[in-house]
């Protein structure tokens, strides 16, 4: 059984204004087994469910959850559905599996975050009014803690559309300072390998935060390109440097994807600066890690949907390499360069659509 029995049987055993010494009574056992059966730490013998499903006029489907475990099923395997798609680009065939399961499962918040995903990943603007729906329905039908994620999601939506007003209301709901919270004073009450893997878990989270401030700062800051270099690289240090405390195996968490936007990125600004070496540098980088993320993106959909990216083209990154930044004009200034010529040569030779 699980954990389905005892809620189930708490429900019912209070909406019929029943004390557990009540239930004792007429099933004929003791207090503590009823006790028991609601904490899940024990179940009643099979013999006598038929006879509480009977006495609760449930059947014994109902009791067990057994209809209830198969629809979170079937809501789990839309999900993998919906990310295997958005992992291979596949948006349109994304967004109608996740209306279509967002239909069939209104209350299931999993479901209509993986809609909102696969909205904002497609086309934000034209989505816009189904994606602010969807994510304040998230936010009302989710407690306080889990909600947080969404509110943080829609923010960002509404100060992309340019609704301030809108972005500064739900800001006023979002928890005011990070040391007023659980988080950083937990590793002062644990021990051994819960209190390892605590600091781990906060590190890589104020990893991905830093990392998200200074994206932010270049985002909109007025920087000139030496700078600008300087912000990336110090994203890369980052993410080299937490890798080796906050994992057992560093080598295995590198993000590749991640690196071969930044390096490619940092050899645009390099190139504007006139640097021909380190254009060529961060050229070869940006490709190197690009043939990793293919290994990867190739087996993304192997573990059905675990490996979640969504991803906004059909084509993958070394396509979008070579198409969307080799092919810049700003490259002409190095295209007649050997080593240039073999990235975009390896680059166009590893391009395909994604799967």
């Known amino acids: ?97 996740a209306r ?37 329905r998230i936010i009302n039908m989710t407690d306080y803690k889990s909600s947080l994620l969404h509110r943080g999601q829609l923010i960002r939506q509404y100060a992309e559309w340019g609704m301030t007003d809108d972005a500064k209301r739900l800001l006023d709901t979002m928890p005011v300072e990070i040391w007023d919270t659980a988080e950083p004073w937990s590793g002062l009450v644990l021990d051994g390998d819960e209190w390892r893997k ?29 700078h600008k270099i300087e912000c990336h690289k110090a994203k890369m240090q980052i993410e080299s440097l937490i890798n080796t405390i906050a994992y057992d195996n560093p080598a295995s968490e590198v993000n590749h994807l991640e690196l071969a936007f ?17 254009t060529l540098v961060y050229v070869e980088a940006a490709t190197k890690n690009s043939l990793h993320h293919v290994e990867q993106m190739d087996k993304t959909n192997e573990d059905d949907g675990g490996n979640y990216m969504p991803w906004p083209t059909k084509r993958n990154l070394p396509w979008i390499l070579w198409e969307d930044h080799l092919s810049k004009t700003l490259f002409d200034t190095v295209r007649d360069d050997a080593r240039f010529a073999k990235c975009l040569e390896t680059l166009q030779a590893h391009s395909r659509e994604l799967m």
């Open 198 to 226: 605590n600091q781990q878990h906060l590190i890589i989270r104020a990893k991905y935060y830093l990392e998200h401030l200074i994206s932010r700062f270049l985002f909109k800051a007025e920087l000139d390109a030496a």
């Open 1 to 97: 059984m699980s954990t389905y029995f005892s809620e189930k049987f708490k429900k019912l055993r209070k909406s019929n204004d029943l004390t557990q010494e009540h239930v004792a009574e007429i099933f004929h056992v003791s207090p503590q087994s009823v006790s028991r059966w609601e904490t899940g730490i024990n179940y009643p013998d099979i013999d006598l469910l038929p006879h509480i499903a009977v006495f609760f006029k449930v059947t014994i489907d109902e009791l067990l959850g057994t209809e209830a475990i198969a629809g979170e099923k079937k809501a789990n395997s839309y999900i993998m559905d919906i990310r295997n798609q958005l992992n291979s680009g596949k948006l349109d065939e994304a967004i109608s599996t």
């Open 100 to 136: 279509k399961a967002a239909k069939e499962y209104p209350l299931n918040a999993g479901l209509a975050y993986h809609l909102v995903q696969a909205l904002s990943t497609a086309d934000s603007k034209t989505h816009k009014s189904e994606i602010i729906a969807i994510s304040e």
């Open 262 to 278: 930044e390096e490619i990125i940092i050899a645009e600004l390099y190139c504007d600066t006139g640097d021909r070496e380190n």
